[in-house]
Every structure is written in C-alpha cells, then in structure tokens.
C-alpha cells in the first residue's frame, strides 16, 4: 500500500509539472474539439499530431496522445445530443436516448449527465490501473477465440433488446448489418468478398461511413422533408442542469456502465462502441418501465457514457503494463512510444515508472480538466442550436466529409457516407432503427473471424464453446436471454390463436 | 521532308527536354510528399517520416508523408504508381507490395517493376522466430524435433495472410518438411496476446512487439529469420545458423519513385537518403524499430527487388497459398 502511495506521489509530481499540465490541456481541450466535429476521430488527429510529438520528451508527448483520446470520446456525445449525429463512434448509442432528450429541451440534462458520468467512470478507471493494471491486463490472455465468439454472441442477443419498436424489423436491420460487416477481405482465406475489383472495399466498410450515414446524413434529410416546419427544438431549452430525479435516477446506470466498460476496455479487440451498447441494453432490461427508453430516458445516456468512458482509460491497461495495443488508437500510441525509443511491453513499468505512472496520474487530471471544461460548454452548446437550420446543415455536411475522407485519406468513404445516408433516410421511413445494424455491423465480423478461429485451432470440434468455462458460461447466458425475449411473443401470439379459435 | 521532320522531332525532344533539365538542376523547388500505404505509426510509416525530416534539414523543402492505407498497401501503391513522374512523389515500399504481393495477387492495379524508379533499399527487419513458454524446445534443433513428433498439431500465428510472417513459416516449412496450420489474424497485436496465452504455439513475425515479450520471459525466442545475427537480440542465432542452412527471409523497406523521374533526380535522392541512413541519430531511431539501415544505389535496390519477387513467387507456388 505503502508502495502505492509512493507510486501515486511520483506520478503526481511528473503530472503536475507544468510543462505535462499544458500538454495534457492541450490534449483534452483538442479530443473535445475533434469529438465534437463529427467523424474526425482520435485515429487522425493522433495520426496528424504524431510528427510533432518526434521533438518533444516522450512523458509529454504520450500525456498528450492519451488526452486527445479519452478528451474525444467525451466530446462526443456532444453532437449525438444536439443533433443526432455521433461526433465519435462510441458515441452511437448516446444518439438513441440523447438526442431525443434534445428534442424535448433538455439538451442541458443530457449533456451534463454525460460529462458527470465520464467523469466519475474516467476516475474509477484510472483508480483501477493504479491498483489492479498487471492482474488486470492478465485477464486478456484466459480470452481465446472460442471466448471472444461467445462474447459476441451474448451482445448480439441483446442487440434485440436495444430496438424500441418492432422485433422482426430490429432482427432484420441486425442481418443486414452482419451482411454489411461480411464485406471485406476475409481473414482467413484471405478472400475478397463483395468488394466488386474495388481496391477502396477490399478492407471492408468503415464504420464511421456507417455511422455518419445512417444517423447524421439520414437525419438531415428527414429534416429537410419537413421543411420550414420542422421542429426548432431551441424554443423551449429548460434548465441546463439535471434535477435531482434526474442524477438519481443516473447513479445505478453510471455505475453499472463503469464496471461494464472497465471489463470491455480490457479486451483486445473489443471495441468502446461494444461496451455503450451493453449498458444500454443492460440498463433497458432492468428499467422498471423499458417504453421510455428511445423517448429521452436519462438512464440511456448516463449508462452507455459512462461505460464508454470507462472502456477508454482501462484499454490503456494492456497497453502500459504489457505491451499489447487494444485496439487501433492504442496501435497508434505504440508507434508513438516507438518514436521516442520505448519499447511497449512489460518492462515500461519497471523502467519508466516517472512515465508510467505520470501517465495514469495526468489521465485523472485530464478528465478533472474535461469536466471543467465540458460544464460551462453546455450553455454554449445548446445556444448552438439556435442557428437557423438552413446554416446549420451545409456545416455538419461539410465536417462530415471531411470526418469520412480523413479516415484513410480517401474518397472512396465520402461517397459510402453518401449512401449510406439515403440508405438511412429509406429506414427511418419503414420504421427501422439503425441501432441495431451498426451493433449487427460491429460484432459480425468480429464473431465470424473468432468462430472461424476457433474452429481452426479445435480442428474442426465445435464442442469447444462448451468446454472452455468462460465461453460456456457466456453462451448459456446469451441462450437464457433470448428464451426471454421470445418466450413471452410466442405465448402472446398462442393466446391469440386461443383467442381467435375460441371466438 | 525527312530532314524536316527530324528537325521538328529534335527540335521538340529538345524542347520537351528543357523543363526536365531545369527541374534536375534545381531541385527540390517545392515540397516533396512520400506516399505511405499502410497506416501511421507502423514501421514503413516511421521509416518514412525519419527520412523525410531528414531532407528537410538538408534541402530546406518540407516533405509530406501522405498515409493511404488499405488492401495491403496495393492502394497506396497503386496511387504512387499514377503520380507525376518529377521526383516529387516518392513511395515507401516493402517487402509486402515490392516482393510478395506481385506473385501474390492475380491482378494487380501496378506492376512492381514497370511503374516504379528504384531509389534506395532503406532498412531490413528481421522477423523473430518466438515460441510460447510451455514449448519443451530450448532451441531450433529441439523444436523441429519437437514439430516432428507432433505433425500436423502445432498452430502458428500470423497478422494475415500473405504477411512475411506467414510465408517466412510457409518457407520454413517446405524447407523442414514440417507440418503445421497456419491461424491468420488481423495484425501482430492479436498474435502476441494469443502467442503467450497459448492459444497458439508459435510466430516467425516482424520483430518489435516480441522483443520486451522475450526479454520479460513471457515467450521465447530461438532464431532470427535473417543471414545475420539482430543487434537487438545478439544473442539468438539466425535461423540458417540453428540448423536450417540457406533459409533467408525477413522484411525490408524502400524508397522508390514512379518509373520515368529523371535519372539526375533518382540519383540525387538515392545519394541523400544513403548519407541519412549513417546518421548515429538515425541508426539509434532504426534500432528501437529492430531494423537496420542500408543505403545502396538505385541499381543494388532494383537487382534486390527482382530477386525478392522471384523468391516469394517460388515459396507462394509452393505453398499453394493464393488470394482473389
């Protein structure tokens, strides 16, 4: 304990150097910009930044990275609130429950019960490096593929529960999006699938296309039918903070989307969109009255933010205490670790521990920052939505291109936004959520390429998700979850055929 | 008449020619960008983000490095390919688009040859032939007796299919008689954690990442796919010293521009980038990424070029490994 405390005091003196202070300003205050301008993620800014940081001592340089990062995915539910439109791609499920809370005028609530359940997740996570990093991290190495299939499995039966309208129409929209995540190079095989001899789709669809598309792009057209009459949802803004009934009802949701994003982030593979997805669902099933939820329920915007939070502090775990990048931003900050001629792997801690620990140190302030930064926004903010609608839209086109066309320096994604924007106008019309597909579009082919893994490694014995405990118990988890939401649609339809009969 | 003719024709080439040269002399006149086709922040990336700060010291023209990533780098090579041939597009390549992906590919959107300029073999990186703890094998001789005993059972990990890591174990294999199955992922991150999970039992991949994997015990290390001995692990023999004579594989990285740039302008960059790559500073960053600076003229680079295509053309028929 003793030591811990030692630790935390080094940590803190490197953290609180000026000099680290200002970087780790620079990079929270740059993540909530770029999570605020949809599509122009943590992956091209790090990208962008990166030169920079060849010139400047590697504590800085990495404080800064890591702010940018976690900074962009509070900023992010920033423009999913007030204008349906995920400024980050965890910040997708924010745009079901956030925006409609906007809608209603309370934009204010919504985006203050995001910054404050950030907030609280960011500290919890950066409490459990301190504590529990290396034990942690160990948890990744019980995951194989068997595990990672049964994973996704379960998130793709819940994935029914996140639709608030329709079943058939949610399963549908789930197949299309499985459909859509096929295409690509397989990874096995090595195979191009529905790519058509077009190199730009050889690596598949990228999600931010997607997610622009479906939800930004198909938003605005929906609007534009409207017309002059369209809603000015600014007329009736109300209080700006949440009443008290509203952080209460927040609490349970916060904590649970803490620890459920803390588990998620620990995962290679598995993405911060995954870890939203699971509150959200969670906290639907658990809800007392799950029809608000779609309608502006405050419980789905503090679960799933908090959960993505949490998912971006513990992904660093891996990362700092063995060298093994989560996902595409950590790739990104091993390159950079590179760049200042350290080697990401066990031995940072023992090494570097003025570097490591500075690290998990400037990671509380940078969310202390992030939440005095993001409070006084809201006013701001919501102000935002008083331009006129005619001037707003060109401006969210125009950031969204270029969000797409950042995202491999390529047309080829513009034009994917594109259709998928009509695409996602088409749907809204029929009534079908694009919450679903993109869950659909996320987990397809990461289960396809773990089953495929699996069944690699097991020679072919599909007994394997049963005898490995961890995927069993998953699996069984995900068979009594979908007994629940079928069993009691086949007793309705029964007692109306019963009904029909005895009539 | 055919006097006329000739006059016009030498009169044009004359003319067609003029720009060329005053472009020679005083080049660079305007920024340089090198195209990079794998994502920032990967090895080909920082290799050409070392060299380009580099001319920019010396020459006093910014050089931007332009990231198209995608489809294995054919993407971005495919787009350096098409650019204009005045030496101010110049691509990274790789062992991947420049030695495996011409025998690789059934059509590809570049010929590897034809379309480019050879300017300078920049840097070879060993892969590192890493084993997971439970393996009873302390070196090479023991594992391959160790693979003999279990034909077939063993499962070795790559980033994807038609990686060097992957045709490294490929030619490993043909070259031992060994039988293992190949389980391909999306990028070493994946390898790594299942390589000391267990989940697989061995890789022959890029270097970096197992490096301080190895120093921390967590895996080990019995051969480096190179004829000669890594600085960074000087202790482990090359595979060819272990006791598969003649194996030689590993990655490399290039510089190269679209074929037709002027011979002067070539010639130039190629002299630059030998004189950065002896840069101490340079060698320390080259170091951290386990590869080792070359140099060499536009000759040495093409002749090694024609020798790697024909190389992995060879280990992919035999394999029977095949995309698209």
């Known amino acids: 304990m003793t030591e811990l405390f030692s630790n935390l005091a080094l940590g803190f003196s490197v953290a609180l150097n000026l000099t680290n202070l200002m970087y780790c300003f620079i990079g929270v205050f740059l993540g909530t910009l770029i999570g605020v301008l949809p599509g122009i993620g943590p992956v091209a800014t790090i990208a962008m930044l990166l030169p920079i940081t060849f010139n400047l001592p590697p504590t800085p340089a990495l404080i800064m990275l890591a702010g940018i990062y976690y ?17 980050e791609s965890s910040s997708v499920v ?68 996140l639709a608030h309208g329709s079943l058939i129409k949610a399963v549908c929209m789930i197949l299309v999006g499985l459909l859509l995540g096929i295409v690509g190079t397989d990874v096995n095989s090595g195979m191009a699938r529905y790519s058509f001899g077009i190199s730009e789709l050889s690596d598949g669809i990228g999600f931010v296309s997607v997610a622009m598309g479906m939800f930004g792009f198909g938003e605005i057209i929906a609007n534009l039918e409207q017309g002059i009459q369209r809603e000015v949802n600014t007329s009736k803004v109300g209080s700006l903070m949440p009443s008290w009934t509203d952080l209460k009802m927040s609490f349970g949701p916060i ?13 290679p593979g598995s993405h911060t969109v995954i870890a939203a997805f699971s509150s959200y669902t969670l906290e639907k099933k658990l809800t007392k009255d799950p029809s608000r939820f779609g309608k502006g329920a405050i419980e789905g915007v503090a679960g799933p933010e908090s959960a993505n939070n949490a998912a971006a502090q513990t992904s660093f775990i891996p990362l700092l205490t063995l060298g093994i990048p989560t996902g595409a931003v950590m790739a990104l900050m091993v390159g950079a670790m590179t760049i200042q001629g350290i080697a990401p792997g066990p031995q940072v801690m023992t090494q570097k521990p003025d570097l490591f620990w500075g690290m998990i140190a400037s990671m509380w302030v940078g969310n202390l920052m992030l939440v005095i930064l993001n409070l006084p926004l809201i006013g701001m903010w919501v102000q935002f939505l008083k331009i006129p609608y005619r001037l707003l839209y060109p401006g969210i086109i125009l950031f969204c291109c270029i969000g797409a066309f950042s995202v491999n320096n390529s047309p080829a994604e513009v034009y994917l936004a594109a259709m998928f924007g009509f695409f996602g106008y088409f749907s809204n019309k029929w009534g079908c959520e694009p919450g679903p597909l993109l869950l659909g579009f996320v987990l397809g082919p990461l289960m396809e390429e773990n089953l495929r893994r699996a069944m690699l490694i097991s020679r072919g014995d599909a007994t394997v998700f049963f005898t490995r405990p961890i995927s069993a118990g998953m699996l069984i988890v995900a068979i009594f979850l979908l007994l629940i939401i079928v069993v009691p649609q086949v007793r309705k339809k029964r007692e109306e055929v019963a009904y029909e009969s005895a009539d | 008449m055919l006097i006329r003719s000739a006059a016009v ?73 098409k650019a204009t041939a005045d030496g101010y597009t110049l691509l990274m390549v790789t062992a991947g688009t420049h030695g495996i992906n011409p025998g690789l590919y059934r059509k590809l959107g570049f010929d590897a040859v034809k379309d480019f ?41 790559s980033p994807g299919n038609g990686s060097t890591a992957h045709l490294s174990m490929e030619l490993f294999k043909t070259m031992t008689g060994l039988q293992m199955l190949h389980i391909p992922y999306k990028g070493s991150a994946g390898v790594l954690a299942d390589l000391i999970g267990g989940q697989i039992v061995l890789t022959m991949d890029n270097m970096p990442p197992y490096v301080p994997q190895v120093k921390a015990g967590k895996i080990r290390a019995l051969a480096v796919s190179t004829t000669r ?13 272990a006791g598969v004579a003649g194996y030689d594989s590993g990655a490399w990285f290039g510089l190269v521009a679209p074929a037709n740039t002027p011979k002067d302008i070539v010639n130039k960059l190629s002299r630059e980038t030998a004189r950065i790559l002896k840069l101490p500073d340079v060698s320390a960053r080259l170091a951290d990424l386990g590869a080792e600076p070359v140099g060499g003229t536009p000759e040495q680079f093409s002749a090694h070029m024609k020798a790697e295509i024909a190389k992995w053309a060879k280990v992919i028929k035999d394999a029977s490994v095949e995309l698209q």
């Open chain 1, 255 to 267: 904590m649970r989307g803490t620890a459920l994003g803390t588990i998620f982030g620990l995962l």
């Open chain 2, 229 to 241: 001995r890594s600085p960074a692990v000087p202790e482990v023999p090359t595979v060819a010293e």
């Open chain 1, 71 to 87: 900074g962009a995915s509070y900023g992010g539910s920033t423009t999913a609130i007030l204008v349906n439109l995920p400024g």
């Open chain 2, 9 to 81: 024709l030498s009169f044009s080439l004359l003319v067609s020619n003029a720009p060329v040269l005053a472009q020679t002399a005083n080049y660079p006149a305007k920024p340089i960008r090198i195209v990079v086709a794998y994502t920032p922040a990967g090895t080909t990336d920082i290799l050409a983000r070392t060299i380009g700060q580099k001319l920019t010291e010396a020459w006093g023209q910014s050089v931007i490095i332009d990231n198209r990533p995608g489809a294995n780098g054919n993407i971005g090579t495919e787009y350096a390919a």
């Open chain 2, 117 to 157: 300029a050879p300017v300078s073999l920049v840097a070879m990186v060993p892969n590192i032939f890493v084993v997971n703890n439970a393996v009873p094998a302390k070196d090479l001789k023991e594992f391959i007796a160790y693979a003999k005993n279990n034909q077939g059972k063993l499962n070795y990990g």
């Open chain 1, 94 to 161: 924010t745009c079901i429950d956030g925006y409609q809370m906007g809608r209603q005028g309370r934009a204010g609530p919504a985006l203050a019960i995001s910054a404050i359940g950030s907030f609280f997740a960011g500290t919890v996570g950066t409490v459990l490096i301190a504590l529990f990093g290396p034990p942690l991290a160990e948890l990744a190495f019980e995951f194989g593929a068997a595990e990672y299939f049964s994973m996704m499995a379960l998130g793709l039966v819940s994935a029914v529960v």
